[in-house]
């Protein structure tokens, strides 16, 4: 699963959208509706999560976004984001085009490599920008 570290630079609160997604999805998932990129600005409806209390683990904890259905996401359709991209390094430049990998309809990695894969966005590091990890680095969805 591709899941956003952190938001770069902000999403516009006017351009966000609900989407339909086919499971649940954590804030922070690689979306594609279409050729669309998006982030995941919330979980879905009926995401659940665990939590781990003195070695007592809770499961099934609603943690989906207020006022979505089951299987809805409120997504951000701009902004930039910390997400792990294979091949990309801290020395990437700034519009370099990142591709989604797709499996079985869902985003299962993104790439520097195009064949066989769709546009998701670009790298967008910010000046003096150091990534949290190897592999990491910021992407401008919305382009």
């Known amino acids: 699963m591709t899941v956003s ?5 902000s999403s516009t ?3 966000r959208e609900i989407w339909p997604v086919t499971a649940e999805v954590p804030a922070g998932k690689a979306l ?27 499961s099934g904890i609603p943690a989906g976004g207020v006022g979505l259905d089951l299987l809805e996401v409120s ?5 930039s984001y910390e997400f792990p991209v294979a091949t990309a390094t801290a020395t990437t430049a700034n519009g370099v085009p990142v591709y989604a990998v ?4 869902a985003v299962t990695g993104l790439t520097l490599v195009l064949t066989g894969n769709t546009l998701f966005g670009v790298i967008n590091n910010p000046q003096d920008y150091v990534p949290s990890a190897a592999g990491i680095a910021c992407v401008k969805i919305g382009v």
């Open 13 to 15: 609160d006017a351009l």
């Open 75 to 79: 997504v951000a359709t701009d902004g």
């Open 5 to 9: 570290t952190g938001e770069a630079f």
């Open 32 to 58: 594609l509706n279409g050729t669309r990129a998006g982030v995941a600005y919330t979980a879905s409806g009926g995401f659940v999560t665990s939590r781990s209390i003195g070695g007592i683990t809770m």
């Open 102 to 105: 797709i499996t079985t309809g």
